[in-house]
């Protein structure tokens, strides 16, 4: 992990606990997470420095093509491993992408619902997980959208870390549209359902 993405992660996880009075449930998934892709929810901009900041390793994320334009910002995500994608979706050339980094034994943050005002799955992580045969952690990450009332400790950002899903699961499937579609449904199911099986005040 390079020194300056350390100091990052240092002072993201600072600022969580002062803004977001967070705290991570099944903490020891995240032993699970090496070389794998980080399925979450997507509520806000915060998103990606919170569930990053949380991993041990250095990560790479899908961001929207417009932020790359926006100056000395857009070299800033580029330098923490930013990826830019075009509208949310995952096209040919971003998938090749990813699935070099994937195949560099690195990880990568990945919103199946594409955008923070989508409601349903996009296919490209299911070509991702079905082609790659890539593990995926899922992590429901909460409240990063009210950091008003977690500063005020009315309410906590909390970040539920699930089970690894196995490729296997999904191995027997044949490699058509329908099937990446019903993968990526499966896995967004999954996220969604992590807050129910893990209660926590």
Not at 88 to 116: H, M
Not at 129 to 154: A, F, G, Q
Request: proline share 6%.
């Amino acid at each position: 992990m390079r020194g300056i993405y350390r100091l990052a992660i240092w002072l993201i996880r600072i600022f969580m606990k002062i803004a977001g009075n967070y705290t991570i449930i099944n903490r020891e998934r995240i032993s699970e997470w090496k070389s794998c892709i980080i399925a979450a929810n997507h509520i806000s901009y915060f998103d990606p420095p919170f569930i990053g900041s949380v991993l041990p390793e250095e990560i790479h994320f899908l961001a929207k093509s417009e932020l790359f334009r926006i100056p000395l910002f857009g070299r800033l995500i580029s330098f923490f491993n930013a990826i830019p994608v075009k509208r949310g979706v995952l096209d040919r050339n971003t998938i090749a992408e990813v699935k070099s980094i994937l195949q560099n034994d690195r990880s990568i943050l990945i919103f199946p619902e594409g955008s923070r005002k989508s409601f349903t799955a996009k296919p490209g992580i299911g070509i991702l997980v079905h082609e790659m045969k890539i593990p995926v952690l899922p992590v429901y990450i909460e409240n990063t959208n009210k950091l008003s009332s977690c500063l005020l400790r009315k309410k906590r950002v909390k970040i539920y870390v699930g089970n690894l899903i196995r490729p296997e699961e999904y191995a027997s499937l044949p490699e058509e549209k329908k099937t990446y579609r019903y993968i990526a449904e499966n896995i967004l199911e999954r996220i969604k359902r992590l807050p129910d099986e893990n209660q926590i005040s």
